[in-house]
């Protein structure tokens, strides 16, 4: 079982930054892939960024490419991820989650945060 603890939302206005940090308690954190999601108000929860157990491969939804940056310290057993160029859609709630990747996707696993909450100001 991991157990995922997000922090770093916020109130942001447009075109600010914000950075999220997920944390764990198990070791075996570092085995897993990580993902971010977010889901907004009435809307489903959608894919983010990935990043592999090794840092070696990333993955970004279009509409967050050249804005978002994830990264991960696996010593720290904490991914982050850094937002740039914030725009009202980013708006929602995001969660983290531990899952596998392949060199081509990322897959969820049933491992959520609790989520935090991310709202940016026109």
């Known amino acids: 079982q991991v157990q995922l603890v997000e922090s770093g939302g916020g109130l942001v206005q447009a075109g600010g930054s914000l950075g999220l940090s997920c944390a764990a308690s198990?070791?075996?954190?570092?085995?897993?892939?990580v993902g971010w999601f977010r889901q907004a108000p009435g809307k489903e929860r959608e894919f983010v960024a990935a990043?592999?157990?090794?840092?070696?491969?990333?993955y970004y939804a279009d509409s967050v490419k050249g804005r978002f940056t994830i990264s991960r310290d696996n010593a720290k057993n904490t991914v982050y991820l850094q937002m740039n160029s914030l725009q009202p859609e980013d708006t929602a709630v995001y969660y983290c989650?531990?899952?596998?990747?392949?060199?081509?996707?990322?897959?969820?696993?049933?491992?959520w945060g609790q989520g935090t909450q991310v709202t940016v100001s026109s």
């Open positions: 989650n531990a899952g596998t990747s392949t060199s081509t996707k990322y897959y969820s696993a049933n491992y």
């Open positions: 990043i592999s157990w090794s840092s070696s491969r990333t």
């Open positions: 198990e070791r075996t954190f570092s085995n897993y892939a």
